[in-house]
């Protein structure tokens, strides 16, 4: 007997229609993220966003980076929006205390 594909999708607890979910690249992801703060805010231990590595500026000014090197004027649109997305984060955790890690990935 084959296995139904479309068994499994109902064993799945799917997220509410209202939380925005952006995709890579997407222009519209600040717009998006704009609204994770309020929306998971009380609803999650830890938030976390996968960035990239793409924030700093190439070649990295010194070979070890970590949490307090600093970002870069970004080249290109992808290394933008991540920063954007990032400092409005950031913001969040300020404010109100936002649960937030920031991962910045260099391979993927």
């Known amino acids: 007997m084959a296995a139904d594909p479309d068994r499994r999708r109902g064993t799945r607890s799917e997220p509410p229609q209202s939380l925005p979910r952006p995709q890579s690249g997407d222009s519209s992801a600040?717009?998006?993220?704009?609204?994770?703060?309020?929306?998971?805010?009380?609803?999650v231990g830890q938030y976390v966003f996968i960035s990239s590595v793409s924030v700093y500026t190439r070649p990295v000014p010194q070979l070890l980076v970590t949490e307090s090197t600093p970002r870069r004027k970004p080249v290109d649109r992808y290394a933008r929006d991540k920063?954007?997305?990032e400092v409005l984060l950031e913001e969040?955790?300020?404010?109100?205390?936002?649960?937030?890690?920031i991962v910045r990935?260099?391979?993927t």
């Open 92 to 101: 969040a955790f300020r404010v109100s205390g936002f649960p937030l890690t």
């Open 30 to 43: 600040r717009p998006q993220i704009r609204a994770h703060p309020a929306v998971f805010g009380d609803r």
């Open 105 to 107: 990935p260099g391979h």
């Open 83 to 85: 920063v954007a997305c």
